[in-house]
C-alpha cells in the first residue's frame, strides 16, 4: 500500500526524527489505514473541528465526542493550529481515535481505541501545493484517563471515556499561556470513573464481588481502586496522575 500511496503524494510517516517509525500507518512501518493528517492531505476524511486563536477561546475547556477514523469520511479527526505561539508556531496538531474495524482491522494493537497525535510542519499542511515532506510524525497514543499538558503548544489534553459500542471518545482540551491554572470551566468534573474506561488493549476482566460474612452480619468488600500511575511521556508533554479534578469559575 505504501508505494500505491506515494502516487497520491504521501511520504513516510516518522516518529521521534526517525523516518518509517510510525506504527500508526503504511507510511510507515504499519498495515493500517494512513493517520489522521494523511487522510486530510488526501482529501479522505475532514476534521470534526478545526482549532485556531479564532476559534478556540483561551483558558476554557472544550469537550469534544470523537469518533474513530474507520467511521469517515467526516468530522474524525481533531486539526490543531496553534497560532496563538506567534513566532513559534512551526506545527499543526492532530488527533485522532483509531479502532481495530474495517480498514483499520489490521492496526498495531498498542494503537487500538487510544487517541493517536501526530504534528505536521504548518507551512506545508496550511497550503497543499507546497513540495516535500512535511513530516507527519507520531507522537503518542494516549489511554482513555490520561491528562497531559503539552507546554510546547500551550495546551492541555485530557482524553476521557472510550465508547467501544459506538468507538468514540471524548477529548477535552484547553489552551493557555503560562500554566494549567489559567484553565476554567463553570463545572468541570473530570474523575476515573468516567475517564479511565480502558482501551480494548489494556480491559481486563472484573473480579467477582463476593461478600463477606462478619458478627454483625453481611458486610460488602470495599471497591477496588482504579486509579493507576501513566508512564512518562516526552515530545514536549508531561503525563500526570489524577482521580479528580473540578475546576470553577
Partial sequence: MQEILHNFGLFHGWKDGVEYNDYSTAMGRGNSCPSAPELWRLGWATPLVQLNSTSFPMATYKNFTLP???????????????????????????????????????????????????????????????????????????????????????????????????????????RFVTGLNECTANTLKITVATLASPSPSAAKSSPSTTSTSTKSGTQDPSPPNHSRQQPGLGQGGLRIKFTEYIFRQ
Wanted: charge should be neutral; hydrophobic fraction near 40%.
Fill in 68 to 174: 474513530a477514523t474507520y467511521l469517515g469520511p467526516g468530522g474524525v479527526m481533531i486539526k490543531i493550529q496553534p497560532d496563538w505561539l506567534g513566532e513559534l508556531y512551526t506545527k499543526n496538531m492532530y488527533l485522532a481515535l483509531r479502532v481495530k474495524m474495517a480498514g483499520d482491522r489490521d492496526l498495531n494493537e498498542e494503537l487500538n481505541g487510544k487517541l493517536s497525535i501526530h504534528e505536521i510542519n504548518k507551512s506545508m499542511d496550511n497550503r497543499f501545493l507546497v513540495d516535500g515532506d512535511p513530516k507527519i510524525s507520531f507522537i503518542a497514543a494516549l489511554d482513555p484517563g490520561s491528562s497531559v499538558p503539552y507546554f510546547n503548544y500551550k495546551l492541555h489534553l485530557l482524553v476521557g471515556a472510550f465508547d467501544s459500542k459506538n468507538s468514540t471518545i471524548i477529548v477535552t482540551l484547553c
